[in-house]
């Protein structure tokens, strides 16, 4: 069918009497109690017993079905569209609007139809059926009409009635359903997105979004509608249903659509409104929850890390990173995003939540993602900031306790004891020395951690993170206790000598005194030193190891042994990690 949506109106009906037999020839009407016309009274040869007394002018209704619900019935002057099958007494059809293909349009009360029919029409409800029986005198009398209707002829008319309107009526609009939350209102000019219904006023169907898979888009107000809809969607709050009914003057008019709505129609339209936005809108932060203290807010190059679920207007769920088990991170203000969650990023807290609504322009525009947004969709999303940082954010350090007496700090190459815990920026727990009941033995050396710490992930465990425990691209914060410290050696060191070197340290090495010092000689020289207090290895790495590469840079010839010649102290040449 053609778009029932463009307006190709034209104002006032036309009625045709050149072929149907109900217009109206017959002598000026009779008035009669229209309480007493025959609804209950019985048929006798055409004419009508009441309290015993017969008459010859009145007509007989009988209501062969009537709707459960009668919204509207017919008075005087209204338009109506009906079908109707026309037969004498004896069963003869003389005329049939069903024949025809076509309904019987004409206003009732005007003496356009028959003076019988006029009358007989006035009460009836839209589906409505009757059985009219219509005395000569209220139909073609003594004339009859042409070959068709005979002299004095009763007619019997079966009549559907499947339109009325009246001149005056407007836009009717009935909603029935109301969301609890209407934030927003439809207005002139701004762009919908809904579903609908449309049948005539009988219940035939005659279009329908839903069958299409595909919700209408459009402005209101600007004429891209026919009148009564751009009226009727007027006020409507997105999840709203309402029932728009308007007559022909504001849908098609006297010509209909030209195939599936006919000319002087009424219009009844079942909507749903799903999505609303104005050219003009922007970017709409609410139901914020700021976490406090936010010490910190994120700004245009930060790298975020947030969980979200983001939904339609109407709450259509179109994807989440929760079902994902994992984040979604990016940068902020780099044109990573689209331009409005670019825009509804600025300026968040860690664990931060907000919902940011995006008009189409800002998000996915006039032709969505495919499959799950829709074309000119308005985008809601529901945020949760995990944690953000900067590329050139530092390790930050706070102190959350000092002893009153420190005279002794740690420094690199020191020997540090500590227990600590390690979690996310927003609390999610990563793991706790206090859990395996020892503390955390490291050599502090250039870029190490101390106190409470938060560590950006370039300085931690980078983009790839720790499979199942630290996220990519995670901020870490450490909370940490000095429990004990032992000072390193001097930079460069592995031993030391906490006393005057002996002046002949390969002979007290040679313990068989063979002129050539063994690896297990080296060794347990070495040993013997540092148990006696005269010596230092340098703390928190392997001593074996130690004394293994202090053996091997002095044994220059690699044999396995060192000769007197070999023997060097360290104060005699270029550093080395030996004596």
């Known amino acids: 069918m053609q778009s029932i949506w463009s307006a190709a109106l034209t104002t006032g009906p036309s009625v045709s009497t050149s072929t ?3 217009c109206a020839t017959a002598p000026a009407p009779i008035l009669l109690n229209q309480e007493r016309t025959g609804i209950k009274g019985r048929r006798q040869n055409g004419k009508k017993k009441i309290r015993g007394t017969e008459t010859t002018y009145d007509i007989v209704i009988e209501k062969t079905f009537v709707p459960e619900q009668c919204g ?18 004896d069963g003869k059809k003389f005329d049939s609007s069903y024949d025809r293909g076509s309904t019987y349009n004409v206003y009732v009360g005007k003496k356009q139809l028959i003076e019988g029919m006029d009358r007989a029409l006035v009460g009836m409800c839209v589906n409505e059926r009757r059985l009219v029986t219509i005395p000569p005198q209220l139909a073609y009398g003594k004339e009859g009409y042409g070959d068709v209707i005979p002299s004095d002829a009763i007619l019997n008319f079966d009549v559907l009635l499947l339109d009325v309107w009246n001149p005056d009526d407007g836009v009717q609009s009935e909603t029935y359903y109301t969301p609890e939350n209407c934030s927003r209102k439809v207005e002139v000019s701004d762009y919908v997105r809904y579903h609908y219904n449309g049948t005539l006023l009988d219940g035939t169907l005659f279009d329908s979004s839903h069958t299409r898979l595909r919700t209408y888009d459009t402005y209101v107000g600007i004429g891209w509608l026919i009148a009564g809809m751009d009226q009727g969607l007027l006020g409507m709050c997105v999840g709203e249903r309402r029932i728009i009914t308007m007559p022909p003057s504001l849908g098609y008019g006297s010509n209909g659509d030209g195939s599936d709505i006919p000319g002087q129609a009424s219009l009844v339209f079942d909507v ?4 609303l936005h104005n050219p003009k809108d922007g970017v709409t932060i609410t139901n914020q929850d700021i976490p406090q203290p936010c010490l910190r807010k994120s700004i245009s190059g930060d790298f975020i890390r947030y969980h979200y679920n983001g ?3 109407d709450g259509t769920l179109f994807d989440s990173s929760y079902s994902r088990n994992r984040t ?17 990023l600025i300026g968040v807290c860690i664990g931060e939540r907000r919902r940011i609504t995006i008009p189409p322009h800002l998000g996915y525009g006039e032709e969505g993602t495919g499959t799950k947004i829709p074309g000119s969709a308005v985008l809601v999303f529901d945020i949760h900031i995990i944690d953000f940082h900067n590329p050139s954010d530092t390790v930050v350090i706070i102190t959350n306790y000092k002893p009153e007496v420190c005279e002794t700090l740690a420094k690199k190459g020191d020997f540090v004891k500590y227990h600590y815990n390690a979690s996310l920026m927003d609390g999610s727990f990563i793991d706790s020395t206090y859990n395996y009941g020892k503390t ?11 106190r409470h710490l938060v560590i ?12 199942g425990e630290v996220p990519a691209s995670a901020v870490l914060v450490f909370d940490i206790e000095m429990i004990e410290m032992e000072a390193g050696l001097p930079d460069g060191y592995m031993f030391i000598w906490n006393e005057e070197v002996s002046a002949d340290l390969f002979t007290e090495m040679d313990a068989d005194k063979d002129l050539q010092v063994l690896a297990s000689e080296f060794s347990d020289y070495i040993l013997r030193q540092v148990n006696e207090g005269k010596g230092r290895l340098a703390p928190g790495f392997n001593a074996n190891l130690i004394i293994e590469n202090m053996f091997s840079n002095q044994d220059r010839n690699g044999d396995g042994k060192i000769t007197e010649e070999e023997f060097k102290l360290k104060a005699d040449e270029t550093p080395h990690d030996e004596l």
Request: zero cysteines; hydrophobic letters at 35%; glycine letters at 16%.
């Open 311 to 313: 939904s339609l207007l």
């Open 456 to 467: 950006p992930p370039h300085l931690g465990y980078g983009e790839r993170g720790v499979d």
């Open 272 to 275: 749903v409104l799903l999505d």
């Open 328 to 344: 979604y991170d990016t940068y902020v203000g780099k044109g990573s995003l689209i331009g409005g969650m670019d825009e509804g």
């Open 72 to 89: 509207r019935a017919v008075k005087v002057g209204d338009y109506v569209r009906y079908h109707y099958n026309g037969m004498f007494p």
């Open 440 to 450: 955390y033995n490291i050599v502090l050396g250039a870029n190490q951690v101390r």
């Open 20 to 22: 149907h037999l109900l």
